[in-house]
């Protein structure tokens, strides 16, 4: 995928999602304890320059932020049939972010992860990979609502794929469920070292594999040597499990090599994954030096 032509920017930068938690308190935190750290998350991609931002997924982890509105599940408990939710659960979020920044991703947590996370509870479900089905349907009404609101990209995530627990034919239909006519790009982000799955995730029904490289830069070497299959690239090139800030030359020289492997024009730039566990300051300057290296190496390229 030429993703430089998509959005109109070569090597255009974006984040796995999540931000830090930052709750202020006032009169507004009374209805929404959570509206602040919302708008922090917003601003600070803002302000760091991010090209293709998120809501900040701040109103919870990966799971519950999803699980806890579908009905059929009651806390981790899957207690009946799993059903969409009545109204798009992260739309509100986004659409702030869309008052605020021209291009945004919309993210949900893939199908198969949350299935794993959940406990069966109920017979109507034989096992994880019948239950993964049925929130992938219902994760697909999720998606076409970020859609109507007007996101640019899809972003499903997946860490379960590379732990050897998840049957990845089951995924992969799951995936195909999940963004079932959708007309954005859409991309899916696994986590980890993923020399044993890279054929699966190869034959995945996406446009771009997210992957990180800055931690685990033998994924840069093993995807380097394959056909990618016209897929673009979700390029992870700054360590988000480290709290230390990398110096944007150390950035920009991960970005060169990922140039010459997959060429500037297939390359979406983001950290390894999200920063909800790293501090304000660590995670904002993590974010700008992503911008900065980005920049000087758009200057080198003559982009």
Not at 12 to 18: A, L, N
Not at 192 to 210: F, K, N, R
Not at 248 to 262: H, L, N
């Amino acid at each position: 995928m030429n993703i430089a032509e998509k959005f109109g920017t070569v090597l255009p930068t974006t984040v796995v999602g999540s931000y830090p938690v930052v709750s202020q308190r006032g009169l507004s935190s009374l209805f929404d304890p959570l509206r602040s750290a919302v708008h922090t998350a917003i601003g600070d991609q803002v302000a760091a320059g991010i090209d293709i931002i998120s809501d900040g997924q701040v109103r919870g982890d990966m799971v519950q932020i999803f699980s806890r509105r579908l009905p059929g599940i009651r806390g981790l408990e899957v207690i009946g049939k799993v059903l969409p939710a009545e109204e798009t659960i992260t739309a509100a979020d986004t659409r702030q972010a869309l008052r605020t920044a021209t291009r945004v991703k919309g993210i949900v947590t893939g199908p198969t992860t949350l299935a794993h996370a959940l406990h069966l509870s109920t017979r109507v479900y034989r096992n994880k990979e019948e239950l993964a089905l049925d929130l992938a349907a219902a994760l697909a009404r999720e998606v076409r609502g970020l859609v109507e609101s007007g996101v640019c990209i899809i972003q499903i995530d997946e860490p379960i794929f590379s732990t050897g627990i998840a049957d990845l034919g089951n995924g992969r239909e799951a995936i195909r469920l999940t963004r079932e006519g959708v007309g954005v790009p859409v991309c899916l982000h696994a986590c980890g070292g993923l020399s044993e799955i890279i054929d699966d995730l190869l034959a995945m029904p996406v446009d771009i594999l997210d992957i990180e490289c800055a931690k685990s830069p033998a994924n840069l070497d093993l995807f380097s040597k394959t056909d990618l299959k016209g897929k673009g690239i979700g390029f992870g090139c700054v360590d988000s499990a480290d709290p230390a800030i990398e110096d944007p030359e150390r950035i920009a020289d991960r970005i060169r090599k990922g140039i010459e492997a997959f060429g500037a024009e297939t390359m979406l730039l983001d950290p390894d994954c999200g920063l909800r566990m790293q501090s304000r300051e660590s995670a904002f300057g993590k974010l700008q030096n992503l911008v900065l290296a980005a920049r000087t190496v758009r200057a080198e390229i003559g982009k």
